[in-house]
């Protein structure tokens, strides 16, 4: 299963990238990964005209988006759309950051999951 990961190299730059979750036979339940350890789950409601400029991630967390279409925007430029059922993990904790909006006039109802520290995917 993939995810799309935002982080931030050294010199502070954010960038997309690509994570790979591993997934094996979990029998007739289907695939699954293996157990990972989970933080804190926050619940949220963005309004319809959210356009928040650049900022870094408070900390390493998943983004779940359960309703509503955004974009996200990294130091290069470039940007992605999200919508329900997307998985983002956030990582660009230092630096520039990223820019997320809301897009066409919906409200964006999205659950975090923060990582612990030292934990990898």
Same mark, same amino acid.
């Given at each position: 299963m993939k995810i799309t990961r935002i982080f931030n190299d050294e010199s502070g730059k954010?960038?997309?990238g690509e994570l790979e /979750?591993? *997934?094996k036979d979990g029998g007739p339940i289907? =695939? =699954?990964s293996e157990r990972f350890p989970a933080g804190d789950i926050i619940f949220r409601e963005t309004p319809s005209?959210? %356009?928040f400029k650049w900022h870094p991630a408070p900390q390493r967390? *998943? *983004?779940f988006i359960l309703k509503g279409r955004? +974009?996200?925007k990294v130091s290069s430029g470039e940007t992605r759309q999200f919508a329900g059922g %997307?998985? /983002?993990l956030l990582e %660009?904790? +230092?630096? +520039?950051g990223h820019c997320s909006k809301a897009l066409f006039n919906e409200v964006r109802h999205s659950i975090f999951v923060t990582v612990p520290e030292g934990m990898s995917f």
């Open positions: 954010s960038f997309f /979750i591993a *997934l289907g =695939l =699954l005209d959210y %356009d967390q *998943l *983004l955004c +974009e996200f %997307d998985v /983002i %660009d904790t +230092e630096g +520039e």
